[in-house]
């Protein structure tokens, strides 16, 4: 298995523990911060919304991940901000007690 299909697995990871803990804190109250989100969640539904935003970046970087368009350090480029995004849903629901 080659880095970049370890960090592709990581990205579809952190992708659903993003949404998990994004649907999780709107259920208990709190608030998106994506403008971009927020607006789609509030027309379309707190699934399905997500799914708009989040389809279409896991299957764009699935594909080029798995046909070799996407080099070992850009793909770890791309965990790393998903990760830090998943990291601040994580502090928001300890630090509101959710």
Partial sequence: MTLSNLCLILFLMIQFADAYTTTY???????????????????????????????????????FALTGGLEEWAMIALVVPFAALLANNLYWLRRENI
């Fill in 25 to 63: 804190g709107i259920k208990n109250g709190l608030k998106e911060a994506n403008p971009v989100l927020r607006f789609l969640i509030g027309k379309l539904g707190l699934y399905v919304g997500q799914l708009a935003i989040r389809l279409p970046i896991i299957a764009m970087v699935s594909y």
